[in-house]
């Protein structure tokens, strides 16, 4: 097996479940791999089992016209080719809602995974500011936000000074 490509944006899609084992036949060069991706593409054609490495190298985005993550809920700031790697070269993420990107730095953050109160308690400090921005109720946050749950956080990390970011929805 061929190593998993490197994400910058998402660095650990097996972990966050949208990059899983499976043997597949990729859709894009109709190649079989052991590996397929299970999370958001916008494209007009309905497409399943891309391949890790057919995101990785554009091929997928071109290939389908799709975009990976909705460019209009990614976060504004950081410059063209950065956001043309977000939406094209990068696995999304599944939310329940329409998904954000969050960025910082004037980049795009990685997305490090789903998370509840507990995940977030530690590092509460860091993620003040987009609670108060957010409008979030910090007690209801305590309350009931959970990983998997129906009250979910989506968990970044800045690439460049390491601050933590988030954002939450409802199901
Ligand atoms: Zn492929
Ligand atoms: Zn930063």
Redesign the pocket.
């Known amino acids: 097996m061929a190593d998993l490509p490197s994400f910058r944006y998402h660095p650990n899609p097996v972990g966050t479940g949208v990059i899983v084992k499976r043997l597949t036949q ?4 109709q ?1 079989h ?1 052991d590996y397929t991706y299970e999370g958001p593409f916008y494209s007009t054609e309905e497409v399943e089992d ?6 990785h190298d554009g ?2 985005a071109i290939r389908f016209k799709g975009e990976f993550q909705d460019s209009a809920s990614a976060e504004e700031g950081p410059p063209p080719q950065a956001l043309d790697e977000l939406i094209h070269r990068t696995p999304g993420y599944c939310g329940w809602q329409q998904e954000r990107w969050l960025a910082h730095c004037n980049d795009f953050c990685a997305f490090l995974g789903y998370v509840g109160w507990k995940e977030i308690e530690p590092i509460i400090g860091e993620l003040q500011d987009d609670i108060e921005s957010e409008g979030y109720a910090m007690e209801e946050l305590k309350e009931s936000l959970l990983r998997g749950g129906s009250h979910q956080g989506y968990l970044f990390r800045c690439l460049h000074c390491g601050r933590h970011r988030f954002v939450c929805d409802l199901d």
């Open positions: 990729c859709p894009v060069r190649k791999r891309i391949c890790p490495w057919c995101i091929s997928a």
